[in-house]
């Protein structure tokens, strides 16, 4: 049986310069599994971060 993937593009709001990344995922993954992914694939530690807005 052949998996059904999603290709995503992953844009951070609001940066310069602008920071993207494209994942590929089953179409089933849960959204637990999908935090996972953005976390790793923007180099996250899952930690809470400081933001500052201008």
């Known amino acids: 049986m ?10 951070l709001a ?3 310069p602008f920071i993207w ?3 590929d995922v ?6 637990k599994m999908l935090h996972d992914v953005i976390q790793g694939a923007m180099g996250w530690l899952g ?3 400081p ?4």
Do not use: Q
Request: aromatic share 4%; charged share 35%.
């Open 2 to 11: 052949t998996e059904i993937i999603a290709r995503l593009h992953i844009a």
């Open 14 to 16: 609001d940066t310069d």
């Open 21 to 23: 990344r494209r994942v």
């Open 26 to 31: 089953p179409v089933d993954t849960n959204l």
């Open 47 to 49: 930690e809470l971060m």
């Open 51 to 54: 933001w500052k807005r201008p």
